[in-house]
């Protein structure tokens, strides 16, 4: 019997990985220009803290989640890095050593969606939390910055969607004005739509179903029902946003799937073909009762996670280009020990080599180096290892040299990078 990844879980090949390889380090390297500073935290937690903050209401976990038990201990894996997060936050007092904590992640979560293009079991999210600051500069900056990233990753044609659907009292009053909208036309919903009704109307706004779409026709919209504050912030995060130059569109219908949020949100949209109906490709927004929610102190926050595989699927087609390697090539058993040692000193100066102790013909070896695409080979068997010399084999301009053992190394360094193109 051969065994089988898990329904909805991938393994990702070298091939493939630099292009994951290439994401992370450019959203690394701009979310820690911002500021932001790694944290790790593991990928069980208490069932509960997803229930308490993701919400019980939620598709996430009413039926999601992989959950388990362990000595009486009921245990889930992460859903999404928001709620763990915070919990570490709270956890490690980290308010008390500074005002603003800016902290950003990058793993696997875990859902048991149905899976299909851009929809998988275990995937994952890079994202950004942001504790302590209420906005909604802080919020405009954030979308900025996803904004810039996309670009640089070459996704040219995220649509930046923004709605606010305020705090408590402006949602309190939201529900109401849509209940009396829908509850005449309640007999025209969907049956998932008549059961949010009851539990979560304000998610029926995003139903894709022809008939919900018909009964909201006509409905009162979230931003009429803000109350001054709540309005004052999403008018001041679209202004700078403005300012920014960073085009966006406020979407009436965008209330994402948790039930967390409050003020702004945001989803970043891509109509790249391989994403087909998962066109989401980040999600995020202000969370301001979480924190407090889970026993911690009253502090705002605001995050965002983007999903790195429909990231990978908006990208442009093609791989990063390898770094120039060089092919040790020894011929028998002498030569082997010598070109370990080449190997390391090579390794030193920061050249990737590899070094192919297998034995074989020339002809065998020269194939193998082209295949790996390297740059320079060195070729030394016991002719060579009594003169003290190397055959440096520069592949593309067909050159071999001479080369005394104790100079190969800088000879290889300059070599390789002469011939290095942009990367
Ligand atoms: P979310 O919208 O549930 O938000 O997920 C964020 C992104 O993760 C989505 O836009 C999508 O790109 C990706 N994603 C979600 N589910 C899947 C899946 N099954 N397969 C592949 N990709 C998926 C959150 O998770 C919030 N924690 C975001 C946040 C952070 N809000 C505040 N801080």
Redo the contacts with the bound molecule.
Sequence with gaps: MQFRAVKGMNDILPGEVERWQRFESVFRRTVELCGYSEIRTPLLEARDLFVRSTGETTEIVEKQMFELERSGERLALRP???PSSARAFINHSVHAREPVTRWYYLGPMF?A?QPQR????Q?H?A?C?VYGDAGPIADAEMIDMLYGMLAELGVHDAAVHVHSIGGPESRARYREALLAHLTPRQEQLSDHAKRRLLDNPLRILDSKDPRDKAALEGAPLVLDSLEPDDRAHFERLCAALTALGTPYVIDNKLV???DYYTRTLF?FMSSAGQLGA?N??????R?DGMLKSLGGQDLPS??????V??VLLAMPEGLPPRPPRCFIAPIGARAAETALRLGRDLRGLGVHTDVDGRGGSLKSLLRRADALGAKVCLVLGDAELDKGVVQVKQLALHQTAEVSLSDVASHVQAALAQDEGPR
């Design positions: 999404e890095g928001t859902r969606e851009g929809r998988y079991r995937f999210q994202g939390e994402r799937g948790l989803e998962q989401a490709i980040l999600g995020g927004g969370y605001i995050g965002f996670a983007m999903g595989e429909r």
